[in-house]
């Protein structure tokens, strides 16, 4: 317990006696200091009791006295000890009264107990109030290293919430809630996920207190981990402000759950290599090795259709583009109890997920948030990100070659196509069209008809636009002449000289198609 005014006037050696402010003895005491300035409120810095013996005040003067007092009141002065029998023989009326008019403590400090006397024993009652909150606070971290040890987070969280007499939450790196103790804190710390997320955007180590009147209690957030981006966060609620031993506990908690933290994160990095050589092997069609060594790690994912999903960030060297979506992909697999597989290789991210499964899903959802963002009018060049995704249809372990090979070409149309997000089912629901649009399909167009067009430009005939009504008509030549408003003969010799110029027969349906194929390319309408 913090020491206070009561507990002063409780010291049998003090002797002290209170003439003013009785009923504002439990206010804390952080310090005692004497001071025979007229003002002294410059050198106060709150919570102190001001010993005097009036030398040089006024002390009978009812007005001076009432301005005297109403400063220390305003800087947070707790108490006034005056020592009578050195300038006065007793309390002036005065004082006495501003005190009471104030509701500032008054205590009378009699002749034979010296200021040191007073000095000491706030000394050693704050002295004493330390060791036993830093026994408290090591006692604390013993529970908490025992509970983390026997019970892991949970455990440990259950322990924090004890310590502080409140509650405790711990969050992933995205910001979703993985545990709480008691339980029914649940809902407190689920409403703080914003909060969390703001947290993270800030350089780790961060820290804030989230409080006001919408909120039940006091609540700090921490971030967890070493690196640059926060691994996890810690929430704590309380009815009031840390005291000093619930402070070490805390602080306990965070360096037991940041060395979680990271033990989790190395253990991590082993399954992700571990998880490489999976992948490796379903690549080079050796399902029944890869779940060998996968073994129970990925539980049943190789053994029901999963996705495959390609992310590349070529231009995030940061890594911070990859670094989201895996951590957003992560998290939804883990509450959702799903296993994910999930592979960096450089700029790119190879994940295997279940299929209709919530890291698909959380896939998708993240990259839409992409899409709005790069969508807003405010949005700047600097601010977008370079990602590209792309998603596979269903697959088992024996096509897993060939679902790669669909997210390989749904992310290259997405990079193409300036989308962040495409699916292979996507692309064969839509039209072949907008491949075309591609600057090497355009400039094999240009090559195929530009002895066409050549021939056109000296005015000896319309041989593309003949040609166009020709393959349009599916070689129909009367239909074909109508349109173009010539004789059918007209339109057959203008198909030899077509046939003439490119050295190519009309008759081969390779030609035909590669020849719509760049009409359409150069001029799609």
Not at 335 to 364: H, S
Not at 390 to 401: K, N, T, V, Y
Request: charged share 25%.
């Amino acid at each position: 317990m913090p020491l206070t005014l009561a507990s002063l006037v409780h010291h049998s050696a003090l002797k002290l006696t209170v003439r003013a402010g009785e009923d504002r003895l439990d206010v804390p005491v952080r310090w005692a200091h004497v001071s025979e300035l007229a003002d002294p409120v410059p050198y106060m810095e709150g919570g102190e009791l001001l010993l005097i013996t009036a030398l040089k005040l006024d002390a009978g003067d009812p007005e001076a006295m009432r301005r005297y007092v109403k400063r220390l009141a305003g800087a947070g002065v707790v108490g006034l000890g005056f020592a009578v029998g050195v300038n006065y023989e007793e309390i002036p009326k005065a004082l006495v009264d501003a005190a009471e008019q104030e509701g500032l403590p008054l205590l009378e400090v009699p002749r034979r107990t010296p200021f040191l006397a007073i000095s000491k024993a706030v000394s050693a009652a704050i002295a004493a109030d330390q060791y036993r909150a830093v026994t408290a606070g090591f006692a604390a971290q013993r529970e908490l290293t025992k509970q983390a040890l026997n019970a892991g987070p949970e455990g440990l969280l259950g322990a924090l919430a004890a310590q502080v007499d409140g509650w405790a939450a711990l969050y992933d790196a995205a910001g979703a809630v993985v545990a709480t103790a008691p339980e029914w804190a649940g809902r407190r710390a689920a409403r703080l996920t914003a909060d969390v997320e703001r947290l993270r955007e800030r350089p780790a180590p961060a820290s804030s207190v989230v409080g006001g009147p919408e909120h039940e209690d006091r609540v700090e957030l921490h971030t967890l981990g070493t690196g640059r981006r926060p691994r996890a966060a810690l929430a704590v609620g309380t009815a009031a402000a840390l005291g000093t031993a619930e402070r070490y506990a805390v602080h306990s908690a965070i360096a037991l759950l940041t060395l979680t933290t990271e033990r989790s994160r190395s253990l991590h990095e082993a399954e992700q290599r571990i998880g490489a050589a999976v992948l490796r092997m379903l690549l080079a069609g050796e399902p029944d090795h890869a779940r060998a060594v996968a073994g129970d790690l990925y539980g049943g994912l190789l053994d029901a259709p999963f996705r495959m999903i390609v992310a590349e960030s070529p231009v995030r060297s940061d890594g911070e583009g990859l670094g989201e979506i895996a951590e957003a992909v992560e998290s939804a697999a883990a509450r959702a109890g799903e296993a994910v597989l999930i592979v960096p290789e450089g700029e790119r991210l190879v994940v295997l997920a279940a299929d209709g499964g919530a890291a698909v899903a959380a896939c998708a959802a993240h990259a839409a948030a992409l899409e709005a963002a790069r969508a807003r009018p405010e949005q700047t060049a600097g601010d977008e990100t370079e990602l590209v995704v792309g998603l596979s249809a269903p697959a088992g372990p024996i096509a897993a070659a060939a679902a790669y090979k669909q997210a390989e070409q749904a992310l290259s149309v997405a990079r193409r196509r300036g989308r962040v997000f495409v699916e292979h089912e996507q692309m064969a629901a839509g039209s072949v069209l907008p491949l075309l649009a591609d600057d090497a399909v355009k400039a094999f167009a240009d090559g195929l008809l530009r002895a066409l067009r050549e021939h056109d430009a000296t005015g000896r005939g319309d041989l593309v636009a003949s040609l166009r009504a020709w393959l349009s008509r599916h070689g129909q030549w009367d239909a074909a002449a109508a349109d173009l408003g010539v004789h059918r003969h007209t339109l057959r010799y203008r198909m030899r000289r077509v046939e003439e110029i490119l050295g190519r027969s009309l008759d081969d349906p390779d030609v035909r198609m590669e020849l719509w194929l760049a009409l359409k390319a150069t001029s799609p309408d």
